[in-house]
Nanobody
Framework: QVHLVESGGGLVQPGGSLRLSCEATGNIWPISTMAWYRQAPGKEREFVAGRYGGAVKLGDSVRDRFTISRDKAAKTSYLQMNNLKPEDAAIYYC?????????WGQGTQVTVSS
């Protein structure tokens, strides 16, 4: 059984930084893709960033501020968020494609406010 466990959300002032983590546990090999999405109140879930093999893709609104990476064991995904803006506030969800199945984390709240 596969679980994705997220951590790292919280409250940050505009211009601040946060790093989100998402660890996959269980029967997790192979992991084909790692990605992050977010959903703000009243809005649809939005793509933020993803790793697809060796390729990285970023959403237009975060391209110059966020980066996605993974640990050496390739089972934890990180989303480094810099220069956060109020419009980045949302629940952030990690997503992985593992052996052809999609898995989602439980979500972590990011609040950007002074």
């Amino acid at each position: 059984q596969v679980h994705l466990v997220e951590s790292g959300g919280g409250l940050v002032q505009p211009g601040g930084s946060l790093r989100l983590s998402c660890e996959a546990t269980g029967n997790i090999w192979p992991i084909s893709t790692m990605a992050w999405y977010r959903q703000a109140p009243g809005k649809e879930r939005e793509f933020v960033a993803g790793r697809y093999g060796g390729a990285v893709k970023l959403g237009d609104s975060v391209r110059d501020r966020f980066t996605i990476s993974r640990d050496k064991a390739a089972k934890t995904s990180y989303l480094q968020m810099n220069n956060l803006k109020p419009e980045d506030a949302a629940i952030y969800y990690c997503h992985m494609l593992i052996r052809g199945h999609e898995y989602w984390g439980q979500g972590t709240q990011v609040t950007v406010s002074s």
